[in-house]
């Protein structure tokens, strides 16, 4: 049975950790992420992406700590290139992914939450970079992105969760749903993302993963450069035919 499930429907497809009791994360189980998220690219039918777990107890509680008791040194560089590229598939996945956390985020779990576009979390939810506590470190190098430095070195040195209403204070989550609401919320915003132009989805993120550690100046002309591609699109006109026609757009996906 697999650790990770899959449904699409109406462009998008929510995929959920699950593998109880707290989703915790095997090298298989990286694998199969990294392998589901790059697929995404070639699937003209998934619009956006919904990133959940099954149960109640976690989100997810970050690497299997079973399995890393019984790895060795000389075998960490290459769980650890498992481990990127898990990351990089869903940072870098052509579609948007929204993260609906419905519980603790730990470590790794934290991590996968921050390489999402958008979080929204359940009020129960609350992220933590415990490594110190189990003899490993990493993850700040994807939690610089949203959190201000003192907030992450004091989760880092202390091994201390982030609440989730100070998560959402500091931007790392956009929205704090009740648990009971929090995946209708979640295809709620799905489905506005999955009625836009599916092309200007995929290039717009594209663009914005390309500048985000440019200087402006920089950021801005490789922005522009992807807005020519774009406009060169038959959906690029139909959007503005849409809307001088005071119309709904019909996208071709050309």
């Known amino acids: 049975m697999t650790a990770l499930q ?4 109406d462009g998008i ?41 099954a149960g109640s107890k976690a989100f997810c509680a970050g690497l299997d700590l079973h399995e890393f008791l019984a790895a060795t040194p000389d075998s960490d560089a290459e769980r650890a290139a498992i481990v990127r590229r898990c990351f990089a ?72 969760p982030l ?25 709620e915003l799905a489905t506005l993302i999955a009625s836009k132009a599916p092309l200007g989805q995929r290039l717009g993120k594209q663009s914005m993963n390309a500048a985000e550690f440019l200087p402006v100046e920089e950021g801005y002309a490789g922005e522009q450069v992807f807005s020519t591609r774009l406009m060169r699109t038959a959906d690029a006109r139909e959007a503005t035919r849409a809307v001088v026609e005071k119309r709904a757009p019909v996208w071709s996906g050309q």
């Open 6 to 9: 899959l449904t699409i429907a």
């Open 13 to 53: 497809a929510v995929v959920s950790l699950d593998r109880p009791p707290v989703n915790a994360l095997t090298m298989a189980l990286y694998g199969e992420i990294a392998a589901l998220f790059e697929s995404f690219a070639e699937r003209l039918d998934v619009r956006c992406v919904v990133l959940t777990a």
């Open 89 to 160: 598939a869903v940072r870098h996945c052509d579609v948007p992914v929204i993260a609906a956390v419905n519980g603790p985020a730990l470590g790794a779990g934290c991590v996968l939450a921050s390489v999402a576009d958008i979080r929204l979390a359940s009020a129960n939810a609350r992220f933590s970079l415990p490594e110190i506590n189990v003899g490993r470190c990493g993850g700040t190098a994807h939690l610089g992105r949203h959190l201000p430095q003192g907030v992450l070195r004091h989760m880092v040195f202390t091994g201390l």
């Open 163 to 187: 609440g989730v209403e100070d998560a959402w204070r500091f931007g790392f989550v956009q929205e704090i749903v009740d648990a009971e609401a929090l995946m209708t919320r979640a295809m």
